[in-house]
């Protein structure tokens, strides 16, 4: 009898451990685990710290740091474009097959299979789906996943947002094998490796956490032979890696460096500097993507915005390599050119898209160029060698800041050609009429905000922008090798930015008659300090309690001023003497917070909206857009998103794929469809409705003589999308 107890207690502890082990070790291992635990306890980790300070330099030294010169474009602006011509065989080198996110080294998500076309894709029906969480006990959603899949030898990969890599058996239309992550997946991308010297152990680098883990794509099991039992600790990837001769290759955000990892052994052989050493900003972090010309050894990268992200005051003048498009020269180990296009950037202006990589025909002669698109319009188009531009940036002025501490960039690049693919400057002629009184109320109060275009934010005034989360976002743009355009997902999404201070001051002790005043009429809702209430989420504003600490602000010295702003403010009536006692509270309050510099500046965004809870400008919201890159000319532009069966153009955060089938494949509308379009036009030929928002761009992919079109469907992250879900379609010709 005591045996069997024992038994029967073992084989529980078993039982629980085995579980235990799987929730809390999972795929990703002990080493990882213990990895991830060191790190929670590590309270002196300053792997990401730069040191700041608040500058002190003269304005000889300020201006030195904002030169600015004209740049003189390689080739003639005054061009036709050619007819279709044949792409060369290293351009097409990557259109057959999908096996690095994005669609390969190029960054191009062009596929040249055209067994869909525009000619048939209207009996393009689903083929197949899987629900990604059809267990009893549902999963904990973590995130839309925005990795691209990738494809090869008959399956089809694709990350989850349960914490999950699986690999899709598209023979027999079920998963194959699937790899439970202790942390979520990275986004932006994988690859996978194939490995010429022994292929059963090819495998799949995927980003978790602060390193890549190398996964047998066979089998889903770790590569024992890279690394720490199939983990190298890199840092925080965010781009698919690259493969460069024997290594990976690597761009961490937390330290933002590339690094050289050697497929021998997974030991990191170089680090490359993506900032120089006496930087004095945080951020410039290249999370946006990565791309590889293997033939100079060349790698190209974009990169983020200094932080912090909306006040500059701690990281003086342009920031060097934040919000840039870098060219590194891998087998020297050293940055070869360098191009910044927004100079310290107050606006949350990184270049989020991955450089796509081309080659295009200008006057009979062919050049190997970069192209980026960026969140504010612009295209811009280097030679990958030189690092020249192909057409002319100029700089013009901008407005500079109303808070004395902020140096503002007196300049910004504007180019006319390629034209730009979305309105950066706001005007009030923007505002749409479908919800009136509220748009009136806007006009009547037009004075409470700044507009137009790089408008600093300020602590007097909310700030009207374009192009926060807008532009080309992270899915990128498509490169069509055979007509040379892009086509591109745009967002034209009104933000407000607010800068405002708190403080833990107390008020001054001999005012405690006006004090008592404020706690009484105003504290239930500007708070006990006066800090206010900012809330937002997913890019909403919940609550907006303005902070009333006004120290930066002059105009609320005066008493007439400040009056009117609260009778504007409120519907109650209050009592002059009683508001006149409150108004010399703020005074001597702030000039004793500012005595004490017990004060935090602080900053929000979010979408500005109407209470419909979409934008207050005039749609379309998102939009895909045909440019072609020899005239720098717009082909066409349409809406892309429904709104009540209205093709109105939503938000759009997918991505797209181009086939040579004449298609553009688009996702990641508020509407929850895929939709096929007519990359000749923008004319709609085919949609489906999913249950969830697609999040990431679709992939095409051919098995046994068959084309697919497969989308991950996960949900959108802002406010606007009403699904979070879990779900892969896969769809193919129906048969006749």
Not at 314 to 341: V, Y
Not at 398 to 423: G, H, R, T
Request: aromatic letters at 12%; one cysteine or more; charged letters at 25%.
């Amino acid at each position: 009898m005591k045996n069997y107890k024992l038994l029967s207690f073992l084989t529980v502890l078993i039982i629980f451990g085995f579980f235990l082990y799987k929730l809390v070790i999972a795929d990703t291992g002990i080493s990882f685990a213990y990895d991830y635990l060191l790190n929670k306890l590590d309270l002196n980790n300053t792997s990401n710290s730069v040191s700041i300070k608040i500058s002190n330099e003269t304005n000889e030294i300020n201006n030195q740091l904002f030169s600015f010169e004209n740049i003189e474009g390689i080739i003639d602006i005054k061009l036709k474009n050619h007819n279709k011509f044949k792409p060369s065989i290293k351009q097409l080198e990557e259109t057959d097959s999908w096996i690095r996110s994005n669609g390969g080294d190029f960054s191009n998500k062009y596929s040249i299979y055209n067994q869909i076309n525009k000619n048939n894709v209207n009996k393009l029906k689903l083929d197949f789906k899987i629900e990604l969480d059809n267990t009893i006990f549902k999963k904990k959603w973590m995130n839309n996943v925005e990795t691209n899949p990738i494809y090869f030898d008959g399956l089809l990969y694709i990350i989850t947002p349960f914490k999950e890599l699986l690999a899709i058996d598209i023979l027999n239309k079920k998963i194959k094998w699937k790899f439970k992550s202790l942390k979520k997946i990275d986004s932006r991308g994988i690859t996978l490796w194939i490995n010429q010297k022994d292929k059963k152990n090819s495998c799949l680098f995927v980003p978790i956490r602060n390193g890549i883990f190398c996964i047998n794509y066979k089998t889903g099991k770790l590569n024992q032979k890279l690394g720490n039992n199939g983990f190298i600790k890199t840092g925080i990837v965010r781009a698919a890696p690259i493969i460069w001769k024997d290594n990976v290759v690597v761009a961490t955000v937390n330290d933002q460096k590339v690094k050289i990892v050697s497929l021998d052994d997974g030991e990191i052989t170089d680090i490359i500097n993506i900032h120089p050493k006496d930087r004095k900003f945080k951020g410039g972090s290249p999370w946006g993507g990565i791309s590889l010309d293997k033939k100079n050894n060349l790698l190209f990268l974009t990169t983020g915005n200094p932080r912090p992200a909306l006040i500059g005051t701690s990281r003086p003048g342009k920031n060097k390599n934040a919000n840039s498009i870098i060219a590194i020269k891998l087998d020297e180990k050293k940055i070869l050119w360098t191009f910044q296009e927004v100079a310290h950037d107050l606006w949350d202006y990184d270049i989020a898209s991955p450089p796509l990589l081309a080659k295009i025909k200008i006057n009979n002669q062919f050049l190997d160029v970069v192209i980026v698109t960026t969140k504010i319009g612009n295209t811009l188009i280097f030679d990958r060698l030189t690092g020249k531009s192909l057409r002319d940036i100029n700089y013009i002025n901008v407005p500079q800041s109303d808070y004395f501490a902020e140096k503002v960039s007196p300049k910004q690049l504007i180019i006319e050609n390629p034209k730009s693919f979305m309105k950066l400057n706001v005007s009030t002629e923007d505002f749409d009429d479908r919800l009136i009184e509220e748009k009136n109320k806007i006009i009547n109060t037009i004075d409470e905000f700044d507009y137009g275009s790089f408008i600093p934010p300020s602590f007097t005034k909310n700030v009207i922008v374009y192009g926060l989360h807008g532009g080309a976002q992270w899915p990128g743009a498509v490169f069509d090798p055979y007509n040379q355009n892009i086509y591109l997902q745009v967002n034209q999404i009104p933000w407000l930015l607010k800068l405002y201070l708190t403080s833990n001051e107390l008020h001054p002790d001999n005012m405690q008659e006006a004090f008592k005043l404020y706690q009484t009429n105003c504290s239930s809702c500007h708070m006990k300090n006066r800090s206010g209430n900012y809330t937002t989420i997913d890019e909403k504003s919940i609550s907006f309690v303005p902070s009333l600490i006004k120290a930066y602000d002059k105009k609320y010295i005066n008493f007439d001023y400040f009056k009117d702003k609260v009778v504007k403010k409120h519907k109650e009536k209050y009592n002059k003497d009683d508001l006149n006692k409150i108004h010399n509270l703020f005074i001597n309050w702030d000039k004793k917070i500012l005595k004490s510099k017990n004060f935090n500046t602080n900053f929000q965004w979010s979408q500005f909206l109407y209470s419909d809870d979409l934008p207050v400008t005039k749609p379309p919201w998102g939009k895909i857009v045909s440019l072609n890159l020899v005239t720098g000319d717009i082909n066409w532009e349409v809406p892309s998103g429904y709104i009540k069966d209205i093709r109105i153009g939503t938000s759009n955060f997918g991505g797209l794929i181009a086939t040579s089938g004449n298609l553009i494949f688009s996702t990641g509308t508020n509407d929850k469809k895929i939709v096929a379009l007519d990359s000749s036009n923008g004319e709609e030929l085919w949609s489906f409705n999913m249950k969830a928002a697609g999040s990431t761009a679709p992939i095409t992919f051919e098995f046994n003589n068959k084309q697919y079109i497969a989308v991950v469907s996960t949900g959108g992250r802002y406010h606007n999308y009403t699904k979070k879900y879990g779900e892969l379609y896969v769809f193919s010709l129906q048969s006749n």
